[in-house]
Nanobody
């Protein structure tokens, strides 16, 4: 069974930094696309970043380019999302998800096969 477990969220002040982690297990596919999504209260969930597995090609939503960095550690089956210069508008529940298969690209075009439970990020001004 595929499982995704996020961690690393918390309460931070504007201008700060967070690194979110997503540990995956139970994968039987060789290729996939891992994505990070966020859901701001009262808004639809949006994709912010994705990375191809195992090649590591990265894709970002225009709204986060330059501040968000997605990366992977194949040794421990973990995908990270680093967020720099946090702003209150980044306050959201952040989810990781995986779509299996050879395609990877714009995170908002993913149709994930599995989701994590989410981790809350709260940014105060």
């Amino acid at each position: 069974k595929v499982q995704l477990v996020e961690s690393g969220g918390g309460a931070v002040q504007a201008g700060g930094f967070l690194r979110l982690s997503c540990v995956g297990s139970g994968f039987t596919e060789t290729y996939g696309c891992m994505g990070w999504f966020r859901q701001i209260s009262g808004k639809e969930r949006e994709g912010v970043a994705s990375i191809s597995i195992p090649f590591g090609y990265t894709y970002y939503a225009d709204s986060v380019k330059g501040r968000f960095t997605i990366s992977q550690d194949k040794n421990n089956s973990t995908v990270y999302l680093e967020i720099n210069k946090l702003v209150p508008e980044d306050t959201a529940i952040y989810y990781c998800a995986v779509q299996f298969g050879p395609w990877c690209g714009n995170p908002n075009h993913l149709r994930p096969d599995s989701w994590g439970q989410g981790t809350q990020v709260t940014v105060s001004s």
